[in-house]
C-alpha cells in the first residue's frame, strides 16, 4: 500500500518569541541574589539563580514579565529556605513593595492600581 505524499507540505510557523523586558528592581548581570542584599547586606556572587516574577498567577506573571517587576534569587531565596519567597508571605508582601515602589517611579499609583488591582505600599510590612 502506497502512502500518499503531499507535493507542497505543509509549513509550519514558528512562534515568534516576545522579547521580555529587563528587570526595573536588579540587574540580570550582577549575578546577585535580590533577597541576600536586600535583607542581609550579602552581594556575594551565584553561578546560578532563578528567575522569580513578583507578582502570581497567570495573569499577574505575565503583567510581571511585561513591566519588568522581576528579581533574580538564589535557590534557598526563591524555593527552599526559610525565607523562600513562596513559602514566605512576609517576604513575597516584602518584593510587592518593592516592585511597587520601582514601578512608580516611571509611572503612577493609578496606573499600578489599574494594572494589578492593589496598592501594595499602604500595606505594613511585617520586615
Same mark, same amino acid.
Given at each position: 500500500?502506497?502512502?500518499?505524499?503531499?507535493?507542497?507540505p505543509k509549513e509550519t510557523k514558528k512562534k515568534?518569541?516576545?522579547?521580555?523586558?529587563?528587570?526595573?528592581?536588579q540587574n540580570r548581570m550582577d549575578g546577585t541574589c535580590y533577597l541576600c542584599a536586600r535583607l542581609h547586606g550579602?552581594?556575594?556572587?551565584?553561578?546560578?539563580?532563578? %528567575? @522569580? #516574577?513578583?507578582?502570581p498567577g497567570n495573569p499577574g506573571r505575565k503583567l510581571s514579565e511585561a513591566e519588568g517587576?522581576?528579581?533574580?534569587?538564589?535557590? %534557598? @531565596? #526563591?524555593?527552599t529556605g526559610p525565607e523562600a519567597v513562596h513559602k514566605?508571605?512576609?517576604?513575597s508582601r516584602l518584593l510587592q513593595q518593592d516592585a511597587q515602589r520601582a514601578f512608580e517611579k516611571t509611572s503612577s499609583r493609578e496606573q499600578f492600581?489599574?494594572?494589578?488591582?492593589r496598592n501594595y505600599t499602604d500595606e505594613q510590612s511585617e520586615r
Open positions: 500500500m502506497k502512502t500518499a505524499r503531499l507535493k507542497f515568534k518569541r516576545r522579547k521580555h523586558k529587563e528587570s526595573i528592581l550579602d552581594y556575594r556572587i551565584y553561578k546560578y539563580r532563578e %528567575e @522569580h #516574577h513578583i507578582f517587576l522581576k528579581v533574580y534569587l538564589c535557590p %534557598e @531565596h #526563591h524555593r514566605n508571605q512576609k517576604i492600581m489599574k494594572l494589578f488591582g
